[in-house]
């Protein structure tokens, strides 16, 4: 049996929506590298930046980032 880490509500959103990383680092206006490392490193991200992206993929902000919440100063709402 393999090893499967669990993804995260932002990864299961990103590949639902069927962009690349590229596509979505142009409509969010970031680079590819951290769109990458946001989706992917569960990396500190700017609360606009993930609102952004909330918004491209069609989700709540509080609801995607939920795992990455402990980074914000404040709660994702």
């Keep these: 049996m393999q090893n499967e880490t669990k993804k995260t509500e ?9 962009l690349k990383y590229h596509e979505l680092a142009v409509m969010v206006g970031i680079s590819k ?3 990458y490392k946001i989706i992917n490193w569960n990396l500190r991200v700017y609360y606009d930046v993930a609102v952004k992206i909330a918004n491209v993929l069609g989700k709540e902000t509080s609801i995607l980032f939920k795992e990455q919440e402990k980074n914000f100063k404040h709660e994702v709402s």
């Excluded at 932002?10 to 069927?18: C, D, H, R």
């Design 10 to 18: 932002l990864q299961k959103a990103f590949e639902e929506s069927g």
């Design 33 to 35: 590298s951290y769109c």
